[in-house]
């Protein structure tokens, strides 16, 4: 038996358990794990089998996707193959300022959330804004893109610049062909 310990923000336990226990029953179900939560430390601790090593690390990003606010819907994405989660810290950028942190996660949302909806609209990815950290689910190379979006964000750089990166990001993917 394999297990593995996580720590989530107490007041995400809910939503990684769902009502009646319906996200808990659907991670456990896709990953052949079972999970145990602790309410009052925010410890969810996953066992598995020694077979499937890959069940335990996907029930480990799906809870840890739902515990820096993603929807479950949202964290269920990373169970396809070729869904990876990225979680980057913003208080490499700003140290414990709280002040610089509601900065810099408003330069990420944009006014009345523009910047956040252009960002997953021109990758197709899912992003989460929640406490200190920025989070992304998404294709791999999707996911450098955001992540290169977002650090310039953080850097300063001007929002018409990024939106210009990530344009030219889009027009640089090869067209799908729907005939031959």
Known sequence: MRVRYLLIPKERIAPAIGSEGEVRERIEKETDVELDFDSESGEVTIEGSEESPLGIMKAHDAIKAIGRGFSPEKAFQ???????????????????????????????????????KLIEEYTGTSLSIYGKTV???????????????????????????????LEDKRKGEKPIRLWK
Do not use: Q, W
């Not at 942190?101 to 959330?113: A, E, Q, S, V």
């Not at 992304?136 to 979006?149: D, T």
């Open 78 to 116: 990373l169970f396809e193959e070729d869904m990876y989660l990225d979680i980057m810290d913003i208080t490499n950028y700003t140290g414990d300022s709280e002040k610089a942190k509601t900065r810099l996660k408003g330069r990420i949302i944009g006014r009345n959330g523009k910047t956040r």
């Open 135 to 165: 989070g992304c689910i998404g294709p791999p190379e999707k996911v450098k893109i955001v992540r290169e979006a977002v650090e310039m964000l953080l850097d300063g750089v001007p929002h018409s610049a990024v939106y210009n990166f």
